[in-house]
């Protein structure tokens, strides 16, 4: 059921998590499936409905840093001060040595347990009349786009989530980034809305895309249509090669004039090539020619800088479906 995220259905939706339910709710990095982070039966029902694989750890979203003292072990840090002051509430998911009270179905079995504080008035408001963290994926199956509206998460998921609060499109429109610190060190073990750029100014420091912690959820295969996704550089690649199927859509970064055929459809994910636009509409796009049921998507591949990173990494992801039986 749909709900209209006003004070009343945050309330109703609180109370559902209180009772061991599950809520999707919107962030401001896509919308997520909530379930009280404490309660194992509650996490289970998130695995279940997403069919995601249990070693797949949750990020646990709080609404205020008190929670830290009770959820983890090593807070006290310099830089994860720094991180936390600059960044929180925002989209930096930091990952930190759990306490006893996180049970492991939401940490993937793992000693250690992600937490992000999300800047989004509505699910602020969730977990504070909750009273509980909220262990909370991206509302949809495991594998698939993730949804930047609450009809995106309907058709997803439809009845088997008690609640989704409608809180209209999301402000960022791709995930979170998550970092580990050590000691000084701080590495990135997802890309995402806040960039490597932005986390070195802060900490005037380099920061590391590591191997060296392991981040069990990073499949090579995500976030991916069931349409094929083709990466491309040059628009005369396409041309060459697109008789070859029976129809086709060609998104470019910016608008753009490109010289088609009559029966390919042309967009662009920003007018202007904005890389914060572009992340904003990346999965709504996709999802909507993946619905048309055409037989491919040509992307145009983006700058690899700032913001630009992650969404090269949504798109290379989502060009894998290949790799994945479903
Ligand atoms: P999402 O599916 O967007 O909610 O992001 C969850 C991802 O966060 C997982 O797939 C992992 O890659 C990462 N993650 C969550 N918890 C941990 C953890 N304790 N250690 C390392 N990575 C984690
Ligand atoms: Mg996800």
């Known amino acids: 059921m749909i709900l209209s995220?006003?004070?009343?259905?945050?309330?109703?939706?609180?109370?559902?998590?209180?009772?061991?339910g599950i809520v999707a709710f919107p962030t401001e990095t896509v919308y997520g499936l909530g379930a009280n982070a404490l309660n194992k039966d509650a996490v289970i029902k998130i695995f279940e409905v997403k069919q995601r694989p249990y070693f797949d750890p949750l990020i646990v979203h709080i609404d205020n840093i008190s929670w830290l003292e009770k959820l983890t072990l090593n807070y006290k840090n310099e830089i994860v001060e720094k991180l936390i002051n600059i960044f929180w509430p925002g989209p930096l998911t930091i990952v930190f040595k759990k306490s006893e009270i996180v049970p492991y179905i939401t940490t993937g079995g793992l000693e250690t347990v992600a937490i992000r504080m999300p800047k989004n008035n509505i699910a602020l408001k969730l977990i504070k009349y909750s009273g509980v963290p909220i262990s909370a994926p991206s509302a949809n199956k495991f594998g698939y786009i993730s949804p930047t509206n609450a009809s995106m998460v309907y058709e997803q998921l439809g009845n088997?989530?008690?609640?989704?609060?409608?809180?209209?499109?999301?402000?960022?429109?791709?995930?979170?980034?998550?970092?580990?610190?050590?000691?000084?060190?701080?590495?990135?073990?997802?890309?995402?809305?806040?960039?490597?750029?932005?986390i070195e100014s802060v900490i005037g420091n380099s920061v590391e895309i590591s191997e060296k912690v392991k981040s069990p959820g990073q499949f090579k295969f995500h976030?991916?249509?069931?349409?094929?996704?083709?990466?491309?550089?040059?628009?005369?690649?396409v041309i060459s090669c697109i008789n070859d199927y029976k129809s086709a859509v060609v998104i470019t970064d910016k608008k753009e004039s490109p010289d088609l055929p009559d029966n390919v459809i042309y967009d662009y994910f920003s007018e202007s090539g904005d890389l914060r636009e572009i992340a904003k509409n990346l999965f709504e796009k996709l999802y909507y020619y993946d619905?048309?049921?055409?037989?491919?998507?040509?992307?145009?591949?983006?700058?690899?800088?700032?913001?630009?990173?992650?969404?090269?990494?949504?798109?290379k992801k989502a060009s894998r479906r290949g790799a994945l039986k479903l």
């Open 291 to 315: 619905k048309m049921g055409i037989d491919v998507i040509f992307v145009k591949s983006i700058k690899e800088e700032g913001i630009g990173r992650a969404i090269m990494d949504r798109l």
């Open 5 to 20: 995220a006003n004070e009343e259905n945050i309330l109703l939706a609180a109370e559902i998590i209180k009772k061991g």
């Open 223 to 237: 976030y991916a249509p069931y349409t094929k996704v083709v990466i491309f550089d040059n628009i005369e690649d």
């Open 160 to 198: 088997e989530v008690d609640i989704i609060l409608d809180g209209g499109r999301t402000e960022i429109g791709i995930e979170s980034t998550i970092v580990y610190v050590e000691n000084n060190d701080v590495y990135v073990l997802r890309l995402g809305a806040i960039s490597i750029e932005e």
